[in-house]
């Protein structure tokens, strides 16, 4: 079972690098000037989850969740 854990651990490892790259890559949240002058009802405002924002949104939640997952797993006393 060390061979498990150490395995998970690596992986856990890579997720969290992975994450940090990914969510340093995201735009802020912000609004900015772009919401005053309405830019935000522009063509990549509606079609946000297709862009590469809203990819990166989506692979950032599911690494997240994976990280979560694996932080559970690895505290059990058993494994």
Do not use: C, D, H
């Not at 790259?21 to 772009?34: F, H, P, R």
């Not at 009802?41 to 297709?50: A, I, L, M, S």
């Not at 690494?63 to 979560?68: A, E, K, S």
């Amino acid at each position: 079972m060390t061979t498990a854990k150490t395995i998970l651990a690596i992986v856990f490892i890579l997720i969290s690098i992975v994450i940090t790259i990914i969510v340093l890559m995201q735009e802020g949240k912000s609004a900015g000037l772009g919401a005053i002058s309405g830019a935000a009802e522009t063509y990549w405002g509606k079609n946000k989850g297709r862009s590469m924002e809203g990819t990166l949104n989506k692979i950032s939640t599911v690494l997240v969740v994976l990280f979560m997952v694996l932080a559970l797993v690895l505290n059990i006393p058993s494994l």
